[in-house]
């Protein structure tokens, strides 16, 4: 058997859709669909359901996909075992956007200058998805925000830093009130449907300010342009370096919540690295952990000085 057929056939599975496992195979559909009867031919049972235009597994691949998931992760680990003396193969990351613009760029120079003929398989996405990949074998390690949840004995997190809220402004307002800026000038939102947007959007309602809202976007990074020129001021997590470098910026910590004044403590949006205990990759990931110590630290100490 094809342990690539079995890997598309689990990526058709989680998508429900042979065009889509397609797309992101960079395949056609039409390849896909003839390496699926090709599953179905050597094993000898129907594997997959059409219902429309999405596809399902039958009881046989539903069997395949629970069992094909480890099958294929085992086959990752002996390829794995097969390198281990020479330090080459491959380490699948998932990062949020927020550390591809801060720390992540530094982290990786430090991690290859470890190990040089290791490739670095890069995917970016929010926490909640990077963590569903992690848990069924499509990542090793994620760069992300602290889960909401108790994580599985399977799974390990280290915090690496906490991100405070700051608000954005022009470099001439370094001067001004933050909660005076929020209040009063247009606002460059945050989208509510991340964690860091959430977060400044129950720091606003804490508050009692109610914003002149301009633009809502997904992008801190992008919220600091458009701050450079004018349009506005943000509340964003602070990412670090990539915002305190800027000239034409300026970055003013919001004044805390307390119980003394009835207003709910929030705490900071915390970024750090989850891994699988299991992954046949934990040396790799313990040099990651180390360079993303080491990184934070120094551009965070840099930061305050």
Known sequence: MDIRFLQHFLLVVSTGSMSEAARQLNLSPAAIAQQMRSLERELGAPLLARHGRRVRPTAAGERLYERGQKLVQEAESLRDWVTTEEDEGQLRLGTVNTALHGPLPSILQAFSGHHPNVRIALRVGVTPSLYSSLVQSELDAALCLRLS?????????????????????????????????????????????????????????????????????????????????????????????????????????????????????????????????????????????????????????????
């Open 149 to 305: 949840f108790d994580l599985p004995k399977t799974v390990s997190w280290t915090p690496l830093r906490q991100e405070p809220l700051v608000v954005l402004a022009p470099a001439g307002n370094a001067d001004q009130d933050p909660l005076y800026l929020l209040r009063n000038r247009p606002l460059i939102r945050y989208d509510r449907h991340l964690a860091g947007g959430k977060l400044a959007d129950a720091y606003l309602q804490a508050q009692n300010i109610r914003p002149k809202e301009s633009v809502e976007l997904n992008s801190v990074m992008a919220i600091a342009l458009l701050v450079e020129r004018g349009l506005g001021v943000g509340l964003v997590p602070d990412i670090g370096p990539a915002l305190t470098d800027r000239r034409e910026l300026c970055k003013l910590l919001v004044p805390s919540l307390g119980a003394q004044n009835e207003k709910p403590v929030l705490p900071p949006r915390e970024l750090g690295l989850l891994w699988r205990n299991s992954s046949p990759r934990a040396r790799w990931i313990q040099t990651l952990l180390e360079c993303s110590r080491e990184v934070i630290v120094t551009s965070d100490s840099r930061s305050e000085n």
